[in-house]
């Protein structure tokens, strides 16, 4: 599976859009991305995921670039309830659902 | 929420004795799985089942044993605990391969002295 590259950590005003980019260069043609996030002391929790059309649902915005090697997550109006590490994956469909982390990103909502 | 328990939630245990952490799923989903969290190292897949008595190894398997006898319970067995499986530990249920539909449990704090 691909690797991903995410910054570290990134903060946000509440009731800002908050943008997490991610890299992906070594993304192959059968692999999406997938974003999972994991507030404090929580199991983690799907967000979003795609191939390569920009996809939104109730929770956020995926946005693919046209080569697909980088992604940005946006959350449209952060809260402070969103303050959680994101993780960005890249994987195939059918790899029998098995998720690989990286570090992720620690975002911080403040007020 | 999806119905996934973990058992214990916390559990302190000596090196060398075995150890074993349930997860008891509500929701008949196919597949589960067992991954560590540690400190640096992110979330590290352990091992995962596709089907009663199906399972095969993940990412840092060595160490640990797992078993699927019945649908809802998968089994994660610490042999000879060591100080190096200190971690939460957290366990995931989904209905298809898809990477997308993971849904994970509470997690159990385990602490080897």
């Known amino acids: 599976d691909a690797k991903t590259t995410q910054p570290p950590s990134m903060d946000c005003a509440e009731g800002r859009a908050a943008n997490l980019p991610c890299n992906h260069s070594?993304?192959?043609?059968?692999?999406?991305v997938y974003w999972y996030r994991q507030i404090h002391s929580q199991g983690p929790q799907y967000i979003i995921h795609?191939?390569?059309n920009n996809e939104t649902n109730e929770m956020a915005s995926l946005i693919i670039t046209e080569d697909r090697k980088s992604s940005t997550l946006i959350l449209p109006h952060a809260t402070l309830r969103d303050t959680a590490v994101y993780y960005c994956?890249?994987?195939?469909?059918?790899?029998?659902?098995?998720?690989?982390f990286g570090q992720g990103t620690i975002l911080t909502v403040h007020p | 929420d999806a119905g996934i328990t973990q058992s214990p939630r916390h559990k302190v245990t000596e090196t060398g004795t075995p150890v074993t952490l349930r997860c008891h799923q509500t929701?008949?989903?196919?597949?589960m799985y067992w991954y560590r969290q540690d400190p640096g190292h992110g979330l590290r897949l352990i091992h995962y089942?596709?089907?009663?008595?199906?399972?095969d190894k993940g990412e840092v398997s060595d160490g640990y044993s797992v078993s699927r006898s019945k649908t809802e319970d998968f089994l994660l067995t610490l042999e000879s605990a060591t100080s190096s499986q200190t971690s939460v530990y957290f366990c995931?249920?989904?209905?298809?391969?898809?990477?997308?539909?993971?849904?994970f449990g509470p997690g159990t704090r385990l602490l080897v002295l």
């Open positions: 070594t993304i192959s043609g059968n692999e999406y």
């Open positions: 089942s596709y089907g009663v008595k199906d399972t």
């Open positions: 929701e008949n989903h196919r597949y």
């Open positions: 995931a249920i989904s209905d298809s391969t898809g990477q997308e539909t993971q849904y």
């Open positions: 994956i890249v994987g195939k469909a059918t790899s029998y659902g098995k998720l690989t």
């Open positions: 795609g191939l390569k």
